[in-house]
């Protein structure tokens, strides 16, 4: 399942919306970059922890840590605003 990257926050969290529309809220637990607009792909969005997933956009792999699924947009972003106090959040126009 395709998750499209629709915010990040300055400390590497991330929230992206997948293909029926839920959010999942994600840290990065790697060197490589994640940016808005990405699009990640896994099997299975509904776990949480550490998972290795394709960067479709980069075409590479990358380990992240899910740290939420399946929730509201109200929601994913009240966690990206308190997972590692960001100072700085932005997210792609129209989302």
Known sequence: ????????????????????????????DDSREIELGDVLSHGDWNTVGFETVTNLTKAGSVRICIEDWGCAKARALDLLRRLNSPTKITTLQGH
């Open 1 to 28: 399942m395709k998750l499209t990257i629709v915010a990040k926050s300055d400390r590497e969290v991330f929230a992206g919306i997948d293909e029926n529309g839920d959010f999942v809220v994600l840290s990065l």
